[in-house]
């Protein structure tokens, strides 16, 4: 049997300076989004070190449903956003060592985000950005990267332009920082324009609103659906004994799923 094993570790707990713990686990998969770093065993083992109440240690049936929950959005700051999943997605296409739990979890979080979270996709930094900028005409995103990416579609009209030429800053009436930027630049450039400031990492620069202005906001949106947590835990309960039992009743092996 294919065994699974997770070591969950919030970036809050992270030493100012280092990437990691210090100890993750021997040859495991190293996965990490906004809020967390996952590292992810096709089998069983454990951390050599005690782990502080806010770090999670799970095995089979419950590594499997909690990786589920996360790639869903059950565990992110807006309940059932679809960017962990895009991020999965990602990660397992470069780490084929993760089959087959990879696509059965790719498969799983299709099936969860269908029958409970589709509504739920229209909440997104660039909805809540568009409607900060409301109707007016003339908006700069300052950026080129993933997160422009994301917001251009929803304020089409917006001139991107990259960051490192941001002194060819236009007149605008909002501009909308979506890329790593420093503080002196963003002061300098400032006028009277509405500044939507997205950096994760902010210094002394004020701007209008802000990325925890924004997470504020969705979180206060999405709490409705948060209703639904029960139901949906239920079915990734289902989901995952079914996926452990499939595994128990292999008498020709893994050959047999191809």
């Known amino acids: 049997m294919v065994q699974l094993s997770v070591l969950h570790w919030p970036k809050a707990l992270l030493i100012p300076g280092h990437s990691s713990p210090g100890f993750p686990l021997e040859d495991a998969l190293r996965f990490e989004t906004c809020q967390r770093i996952l590292w992810i065993q096709s089998q069983r083992s454990s951390p050599d070190l005690p782990l502080p109440p806010e770090a999670s240690y799970f095995t089979e049936n419950e590594a499997y449903g909690f990786l589920l929950e996360v790639i869903c959005g059950l565990h992110s700051r807006v309940f059932g956003e679809t960017e962990v999943l895009g991020q999965f ?30 509504d739920i996709g229209s909440h ?14 003339h908006v700069v995103i300052l950026g080129t990267g993933q997160l422009a990416e994301k917001i251009r579609p929803w304020i089409p009209h917006a001139q991107v332009l990259p960051s490192r030429n941001c002194e060819a800053l236009p007149l605008a009436d909002a501009v909308i920082v979506a890329a790593p930027m420093e503080d002196a630049d963003l002061v300098r450039l400032r006028k009277k324009e509405l500044w939507i400031d997205l950096r994760a990492e902010r210094g002394e620069f004020r701007a209008d609103r802000t990325l925890e202005d924004l997470f504020a906001e969705l979180e206060q949106d999405s709490k409705r659906h948060r209703n639904a947590l029960p139901s949906i835990r239920k079915d990734i309960l289902e989901l995952t004994q079914a996926r452990f039992n499939r595994q128990w009743c292999r008498p020709m092996g893994w050959e047999d799923l191809t």
Do not use: N
């Open 124 to 137: 997104s930094y660039g909805s809540m950005v568009r409607r900060w900028c409301g109707s007016l005409p």
């Open 89 to 118: 997605k990602l990660f397992y296409k470069t780490r084929p060592e993760l089959s087959p739990w990879g696509q059965w979890l790719i498969e799983d979080a299709k099936t969860i985000r269908s029958r409970h979270l589709r």
